[in-house]
């Protein structure tokens, strides 16, 4: 079976600032019409990096903001045990580079987590599938949903924890059946990791309508940023 939960996570005062400031000025630009699908799809992913604690503005200047979400993540991770395999889902590069770092520090070996995203070497990606799924001190893989995509068959984890949640309703399909497939023998359980009141819960709701928001953002803007 699939098990289904969602976890909160509280945004920190200097989130909700720079959430509330990114969204009003969205807003704001709406009602005058002067947003595309491009620029609400734009928005709505800074708003959900905010969420993770981490921002891009122009340039690719990456600003870091005060956040709970990396440690709530040790505390789901500390509650599942070290008995488990679990793979975990980003929306951003960023966030597969912060949960690398973290769980690192945490667990004192380099080891015990591997990566598959767009920075990923191409020549360690097998590698580090194949660590995840035969060594048992490997207990954590972290990627992009839209990096794994089809084909790879992660049945070795009964856990999936989604960091972070991209619009593309193929790319999270895709993703929760990489432990979901032939050879997996437990049931799976799916965390999603959301602030309250935020895009994150809308992006996660569509999601679970199997609404693919992509293709209708700039129809939904309003209530996206509602």
Known sequence: EKIYQTYEVELTPEQRQAYDSLK???VLQLQQ???TSTSV???????QQICCGHVKLDGDVVVYI??????DLQSILETIGDGHKVIIWCAFQRDVELIV????EWKKMKHVIVDYYGKTDHNQRQANLEAFIKEPCCQYFVGTAATVGK?????CASYVIYYSNNYSLEDRLQSEDRAHRIGQSKNVT????VCRGT?????????KKKEDLAHQVLDRARELLS
């Open 199 to 207: 895009v994150d819960e809308k992006v996660l709701v569509a999601l």
């Open 24 to 26: 009003q000025t969205a």
């Open 41 to 47: 799809l734009t928005t709505i992913n800074k708003l």
């Open 33 to 35: 019409g002067l947003l």
């Open 190 to 193: 799916y965390v999603d990791m």
């Open 66 to 71: 005060p956040n709970n979400r990396l440690d």
């Open 151 to 155: 084909g790879i068959t992660l049945t």
């Open 101 to 104: 770092a973290k769980i690192r």
